[in-house]
């Protein structure tokens, strides 16, 4: 099945600005990939259970104590940019 | 709109009163100062990890089950991925199609009647940051830019989703005092709507009852108060309900409540229709709580206020009205049992919180735990009362006094004289008193007027300016007047 | 003569403790060392030479005063820049991090700086751990100290030419799909990646988290298991992590092979495998049989799809792993964007490399809506199979060996502009990631050009003891002696 991609729907959802090139390069580049990784398609049964994990587990809690956190200072140590003790970003024009 | 039928839906978000937060143990604490709350797993930084807190989830199954609903034998959390700065990884970790709590129901009462409402699901989140919009017109799409501040970001907060079952603004208000009652019975959240521990989202839709078709449905943000949540939804049902009559199309939207102008404003439409990219968080182990773990909970539930309310029905006697208002409040109701267990009379005592105390309480603007009236006060003017130390009237300036000033009953007696004369031989002195300044009405009685004596009391009590017990007062007056 | 940094650590752990030398004494050999190659082999982000002669003094001075020390004590180590380091600068090889100070120590590093571990300095990778040759770098490639025009593999490739070339003892890398051991089959050193979770993930930046595999790259099969004792055990940070005890895996690393069932997985040295590859591995075959190893041919039938499922896996946890670098909180920060979407998608935009790019783009596009079943879902139901087909090879066999890579190291460029070839470097070593498996590469032989082989050996879960036990033998029997020409040539 030949793959199309809508490469700036794709890279809009990922919030990555691409160049032209890099958008027709990838473009042709993931769907070589794709193509490749639908092989996955001819093997995979539908009663054979998906694995999210190499090593099964369940039940895996922490108590509810207190840990030591970081300062405001420390907190805001690698900010690019910060007012009243809060991280400052450009105006947020997209309501989600 | 008798022939239209609304359509409702209410996701609430609850906050959890845990120590720490959800994934970390940053303290879960409202007020602090911006960004104190945090540690490097809450900020999102490269390479940590999240660690689920046992007693958040706990919490969330002690909820699903007041909610009756099913515990999951096996549970996931999901990565929710959206881009905003209020999300320091970017994704929300949340639960999606395997949630801890499916199904179940809230039983809510509307005008003596009952009704059930069912729920679609109970799941288990994390919160996000706080955003402050740095705007000089105040509205967030003329902001300059914004601020953030991630203490918030990882409180645990379970999302309580109903199915689209309540009928009316009305329902929708009782629907919420009963979940904030269950929830608070349960001691799992402060649920503050003012604080923003307890939120909730509104789906509504209106249709003809004739037609077999779904309405358009719209969602509604912004709503803070129970009381907005049903102005809302009252503004929102009768504008599709228009808009179905003038036959105009309605879209499936999201709408915002503006609280000072009442009226429901349509958000700035997405771009594009969200894509969540749900999948298994993989730094997180599935929940598998067997048998042994869910019947702890059971046992640890407390009793919860539709038990209550029975319960003060059938031990109390309390009318069924009488047991919703002081029984659904886990506060009232144990307000309520103070007062019962120092002796006082259990029917009385709800008169006296439902009516003079709950008076009282909307007029001053506080709530009862805020109020210096204690258990102690209602059970004391119960008991003078029902002595007939002070009369009903007595009784109800007493209470007023002692909710404004706290002070102890008996003080308040004694300041006030409210004490009523009983002793014969200091009302037979007014009694003859009242004989001698109104022969009129006297020779009226006694010409077999009966209807008169009232007049004859009246007089009695003005002259002793209330302090005279009036049963008393009219046994006396008749037997020097027949004598 | 052997200098200070070209040795073991567990030799090393002996000299300190017999008063033959000491910690700061091997600080200082390995800074010469980088001194006189690393200008050429360019394995360094950033080199803590400060910090390393610190951290060994305090160990002479513990030492001296006859104090108990963990083995690892003292040994100069690389950590792979994509480790969490508290104040020393952590970039994935990536200009987003460029300028990331982590507030914290990984659970890796923490342990063994708990024990008296030295840090030489932060190695060179692949961008977030993405690549098989280090060229994906954003600040600079690598290059193999056995011929600087070939790449050192990768996405470790900064840690194995490091061990390689005598600028550290031993180094910890990351394996996500053969990160660890791909580099150290092409750079002649021993790669161990251990079971899925038996190591901390605390700290380490996350590419894709069901996969990403805390690793060591050391001289010798011994040092693997040193290393390995040191920091391996459940972390209450790691909700992944095994609940495993600490232990100390160089017990019973002498017991020999005899009676050792061995799986040769017959299909990965047939077409497509380099002449010299082939030939080394049939030669380590058959060594091993004469050590008394029992060989049997074994097949992974659903392994084919193993690359397939990776490529599909991988990119989707890293595309939701990669979302926080937005310009927000840390990192670069795109200049003068007038919203936060802009500030987010020019910030990232600038900051993310060609492949990492690439990756987020396959990742969103394989989880957004409508294709999350057609392929992560399908993608994790092979996963399901090739665990199946490993659980049925062990139950006839105690361990697979395969070759860790098909080629030996390949020239600068090569396959920059070609990413499937790149991927395919990795057919061999992702299966062992997507099954959780203890795998391990150790040197061979070396092909006609003069590169290293390298052998891969596979074990059940939670068997890392007979994965070393076996390597052990092979490595002790091989006794392959050869030197990268650059060491040869420092060492005059
Ligand atoms: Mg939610
Ligand atoms: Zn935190």
């Known amino acids: 099945m030949p793959v199309e991609i809508d490469v700036d729907h794709v890279a809009r959802l990922a919030r990555l600005a691409l160049t032209d090139e890099e958008r027709e390069r990838f473009r042709a580049q993931l769907r070589v990939i794709l193509e490749h990784a639908e092989r996955v398609r001819e093997v995979a049964a539908e009663d054979v259970q998906p694995t999210s994990h190499p090593i099964p587990m369940q039940n895996v809690f922490r108590e509810d104590e207190p840990e030591p956190t970081l300062s405001q200072d420390e907190a805001l140590a690698g900010a690019p940019e910060a007012e009243k003790g809060q991280f400052k970003v450009p105006r947020i024009v997209e309501m989600e | 709109m008798s022939d239209y039928e609304t359509v409702i839906g209410l996701e609430c978000h609850v906050e959890l009163s845990t120590r720490t937060k959800m994934f970390c143990g940053s303290p879960n604490e409202f007020g602090a100062e911006p960004n104190t709350n945090v540690c490097p797993v809450c900020l999102g930084h490269p390479g940590t990890l999240p660690a689920a807190n046992r007693q958040a989830i706990d919490h969330t199954m002690k909820i699903a089950l007041a909610l009756d609903s099913q515990i999951a034998p096996r549970s996931l959390f999901h990565r929710k991925n959206y881009f905003y700065p209020d999300m320091p990884k970017n994704y929300q970790i949340s639960q999606y199609d395997l949630p801890i709590g499916t199904g179940g129901h809230l039983d809510i009462e509307v005008d003596g009647e009952t009704r059930r409402i069912g729920m679609n699901r109970v799941h288990l989140e994390e919160d996000t940051g706080k955003t402050f919009h740095a705007s000089a017109t105040g509205r967030i799409a003329e902001a300059e830019y914004a601020l953030e501040d991630y203490n918030r970001a990882g409180v645990p907060l379970v999302e309580v989703v109903s199915e689209p079952e309540i009928r009316s603004p009305e329902e929708a208000r009782a629907y919420l005092i009963e979940l904030k009652a269950l929830l608070e019975s349960l001691g799992v959240s402060d649920v503050r709507m003012e604080e923003g521990s307890f939120r909730c989202d509104a789906n509504i839709s209106v249709r003809p009852i004739e037609s077999g078709e779904l309405g358009v449905k719209v969602e509604i943000k912004n709503l803070n108060s129970i009381r907005s949540v049903e102005r809302a939804l009252r503004y929102e049902a009768e504008r599709q309900r228009a808009a179905v009559e003038a036959r105009e199309a309605l879209v499936q939207e999201t709408r915002h409540w503006d609280e000072g102008k009442g009226v429901t404003l349509p958000l700035r439409s997405k771009e594009y229709a969200f894509d969540y990219r749900y999948f298994p968080e993989p730094d997180l182990a599935p929940i598998e709580p067997d048998a042994e773990w869910i019947e702890r909970l059971k046992a640890e539930l407390p009793e919860l206020p539709a038990a209550r309310r029975q319960r003060f029905v059938l031990v109390h006697e309390l009318e069924p009205t009488a047991a919703r208002l002081v029984g659904t409040d886990k506060e009232w109701a144990g307000f309520f049992e103070e007062v019962v267990g120092l002796g006082a009379d259990p029917r009385t005592v709800a008169n006296w919180m439902v009516g003079d105390l709950t008076a009282l309480l909307r007029e001053a603007k506080v709530s009862l735990s805020e109020a210096t009236v204690k258990p102690r006060h209602i059970a004391d003017i119960v008991r003078l009362v029902e002595d007939g130390t002070i009369s009903t009237a007595g009784g109800k300036q007493v209470l007023a006094e002692a909710f404004a000033s706290g002070k102890a009953v008996e003080a308040i007696v004694e300041a006030k004289g409210l004490a009523q004369i009983s002793d014969e031989s200091a009302l037979l002195a007014v009694v003859e008193e009242v004989i001698a300044e109104n022969p009129g009405p006297v020779e009226q009685f006694r010409a077999g007027k009966e209807g008169v004596i009232g007049f004859l009391v009246g007089a009695l009590m003005k002259k002793t300016r209330g302090a005279a017990n009036p049963q008393e007062a009219q046994r006396l007056l008749r037997e020097r007047l027949s004598g | ?492």
């Open chain 3, 1 to 492: 003569m052997a200098e200070l940094c070209d040795l073991t650590g567990h030799e090393l752990a002996r000299m300190f403790r017999a008063g033959e030398a000491t910690a700061l004494d091997t600080v200082e050999s390995c800074l010469r060392r980088i001194e006189a190659v690393e200008q050429r082999v360019k394995a360094f982000l950033v080199v803590t030479a400060d910090l390393a002669r610190a951290q060994a003094g305090e160990v002479d001075k513990r030492l001296a005063a006859g104090g108990e020390l963990p083995p690892i004590a003292g040994v100069p180590l690389g950590l792979k820049d994509v480790l969490c380091t508290r104040g020393v600068t952590t970039t994935c090889g990536s200009k987003i991090l460029h300028n990331y100070v982590p507030p914290y120590d990984c659970t890796p590093w923490a342990r063994l700086a708990a024990g008296g571990s030295v840090l030489i300095g932060k190695t060179n990778c692949d961008e977030f751990a993405m690549g098989s040759s280090t060229e994906n770098s954003a600040f600079f490639p690598t290059r193999n100290p056995w011929d600087l025009e070939t790449v050192p593999g990768g996405s470790s490739g900064g840690s194995a030419a490091a061990v390689a070339a005598g600028e550290v003892v031993w180094a910890l890398g990351t394996d996500t799909g053969g990160s660890v051991r791909q580099p150290a089959a092409l750079s002649g050193v021993v790669g161990f990646k251990p079971t899925y979770g038996l190591n901390s993930r605390y700290g380490l930046i996350a590419f894709a988290s069901s996969l990403d595999t805390v690793a060591t790259l050391t001289r010798d099969v011994r040092d693997s298991a040193v290393l390995l004792s040191a920091i391996a055990g459940h972390d209450p940070k790691d909700s992944t992590s095994v609940q495993e005890p600490p232990r100390d895996y160089t017990e019973g690393l002498d017991a020999g092979v005899r009676g050792l069932k061995v799986g040769v997985v017959r299909d990965w040295l047939g077409e497509g495998v380099q002449v010299g590859v082939r030939a080394s591995v049939e030669a380590a075959v058959e060594r091993l049989a004469g050590l008394g190893a029992e060989i049997d041919d074994v097949a992974l039938p659903h392994a084919d799809y193993a690359l397939s499922a990776y490529y599909l896996i991988a990119p989707a946890e890293c595309s939701s792993n990669l979302a926080r670098y937005d310009g927000v909180r840390y990192g670069h920060r795109a200049e003068g964007t007038r919203d936060v979407v802009e500030l987010n998608m020019r910030t990232r935009g600038e900051g993310f490399g060609q492949e990492v790019k690439r990756r987020i783009m396959l990742g969103t596009y394989s989880l957004s809506a409508g294709y999350y079943e057609a392929y992560y879902g399908q993608a994790q139901k092979v996963r399901t199979l090739v665990i199946r087909d490993f659980e049925a090879a062990f139950e006839r066999f105690d361990i697979l060996l395969a070759p860790t890579s098909p080629t030996t190291a390949f020239r600068l460029g090569e396959k920059a502009e070609d990413p499937l070839a790149m991927y395919l470097s990795d057919i061999f070593t992702i299966p062992a990631n997507l099954s959780g498996t203890p795998a391990i590469s150790v040197p061979c032989g070396l092909d006609d050009a003069g590169l290293p082989v390298g052998l891969q050996l596979i074990g059940k879960v939670l068997d890392e003891r007979t994965v070393l036990r076996a390597a052990y033998a092979f490595e002790q029997d091989l006794s392959l002696e050869a030197t990268p020409p650059l060491v040869a040539e420092a060492t005059g």
